[in-house]
């Protein structure tokens, strides 16, 4: 565990491919996209207020479950360059910054609900 908090672990030259351990973990974790990423697809062909969520959440679980599964076939390869462990960081960054930006998005869709609802609690003591 101390090796992964070391440079030279996650920028070696030649790494090593993955434990069974890690590599059964990443599967599960591609195969959770997987599954997600139907189950987003199947919400985001009804037409509701949600589609655009529901789309943004399909297009996350499908190119992420992509590029796991290119991470995966470079690590099992052994290709020196694409194989190494920063482009898992790189992964990692890249999945935490959109899920951020699809919180906002789900932010963003309750306060317009809230004001939504509050318009209608008004204007039911309108004449």
């Known amino acids: 565990m101390t090796n992964l908090f070391t440079l030279s ?4 030259s030649r790494p090593e491919v993955f434990v069974p351990l890690a590599r059964n973990l990443f599967i599960a974790f591609l195969a959770l996209l997987f599954v997600a990423g139907i189950v987003f697809m199947i919400y985001r062909k009804k037409t509701g207020k949600n589609k655009i969520l529901f789309n943004k959440l399909y ?3 499908f190119i992420n479950l992509v590029l796991g599964v290119v991470l995966l076939f470079f690590n099992g390869q052994q290709i020196q360059f694409f194989s190494s462990r920063f482009w898992l960081l790189i992964w990692l960054a890249i999945i935490i910054v959109w899920l951020l930006n699809i919180s906002k998005k789900i932010k963003k869709i309750i306060f317009h ?3 939504r609802r509050k318009e209608e609690e008004f204007k ?4």
């Open 113 to 115: 609900r809230e004001e």
């Open 9 to 12: 672990y996650w920028f070696e």
């Open 59 to 61: 297009d996350f679980c």
């Open 124 to 127: 039911k003591y309108l004449p």
